[in-house]
């Protein structure tokens, strides 16, 4: 997917160039440029659907954190601090 994504923006690329050089019309370009980014968002599509049917070991874009533990709350009771409870 990675290889075909490039390919994609590649030829949007070859395209823009074509425009610059005016081989093609504006609308020609961005017709073809907006097919080619619909087809890169389901190549992006794909690969996350992909990815969420591989166990979590395999994933490529796992994201691990630690949850960490917070002390239970307790009052601050400073002193020149507003009195908050009235």
Known sequence: MN????????????LYVA???KYIASETYESFR???NECIR???GLEKTL??????????WHVAEETPEYEQPREI???G??????
């Open 3 to 14: 290889r075909s994504r490039g390919e994609a923006a590649e030829t949007i690329h070859h």
């Open 19 to 21: 425009l610059l050089k």
């Open 34 to 36: 907006a097919r080619y």
């Open 42 to 44: 389901m190549l992006n």
């Open 51 to 60: 990815e969420r049917k591989l166990p979590v070991s395999e994933r490529r």
């Open 77 to 79: 009771d400073l002193p």
């Open 81 to 86: 601090w507003p009195d908050t409870d009235t």
